[in-house]
């Protein structure tokens, strides 16, 4: 089974703190996704990276940024926390970009303060 | 810019089949449809994806109209476990258009 581990089920940041977000999945896929999800807004992708060190922007990349130095591991950062990035963030992974299945790990929700 | 329209929310009975519509009434020729679900508190899970012919697997059917403009998902024998909100998405399958764009869905509710 493929499992997309987030290293935070919950977490609490202040303004204008870094805050990091790992993600980790263990099948060798080629693609990795973050996304965000708010009320009446969906999911929204914020960054996508087909292979390490590779990343193409998403829908909101503003106030974000991601690393792929393996790959196995997808970071997001923000690089200052800001309390409209409140929100729910889900990592996804594929084994190649259009793959008919994204697995998604089980989030993080996060709150800035 | 929705591209699919499902009812907000549903109620099936224990042991009953679940029927999900969705409407997606300016698909194009190379786009299928794909169901994702999520259930309270976890990450959005994989379902089933079709073109034009109906589709089955051990989760569910898809039942998709001849004109293509709408399909049916069928959970036959819904649990409670199956409570979640369950997305239609229309997506150009291959090359790169790896993007899943969630709509709002239809909150499913089995009750016992």
């Known amino acids: 089974d493929v499992k997309v581990t987030q290293s935070s089920r919950y977490l609490v940041k202040r303004t204008g703190e870094k805050v990091f977000l790992e993600c980790v999945q263990d099948?060798?896929?080629?693609?990795m996704f973050w996304y965000r999800q708010d009320p009446g807004l969906g999911l929204r992708l914020i960054y996508f990276?087909?292979?390490?060190?590779?990343?193409e922007k998403g829908d909101i990349p503003e106030g974000y940024s991601v690393s792929r130095e393996k790959k196995e591991r997808f970071s997001l950062i923000l690089e200052s926390a800001s309390t409209n990035q409140t929100s729910m963030y889900l990592c996804?992974?594929?084994?190649?970009?259009?793959?008919?299945?994204?697995?998604f790990g089980p989030g993080t929700r996060l709150t800035v303060l | 810019d929705a591209k699919t329209t499902q009812p907000p929310s549903m109620d099936c009975a224990e042991g009953r089949a679940a029927n999900l519509p969705c409407n997606h009434s300016t698909i194009s020729g190379n786009e299928y449809v794909y169901w994702y679900r999520q259930i309270h508190s976890q990450g959005p899970q994989y379902i089933i994806h079709g073109l034009k012919n109906n589709e089955t697997n051990e989760m569910a059917s898809l039942i998709i109209t001849e004109d293509r403009k709408s399909s049916t998902l069928i959970l036959p024998h819904a649990t409670l476990r199956d409570t979640a909100v369950y997305y239609c998405i229309v997506r150009d399958s291959g090359g790169s258009n790896y993007k899943l764009t969630f709509g709002k869905g239809t909150l499913l509710t089995v009750n016992p």
């Open positions: 996804a992974s594929s084994l190649w970009e259009g793959a008919n299945e994204q697995f």
């Open positions: 990276s087909y292979d390490v060190k590779m990343k």
């Open positions: 099948m060798d896929h080629e693609n």
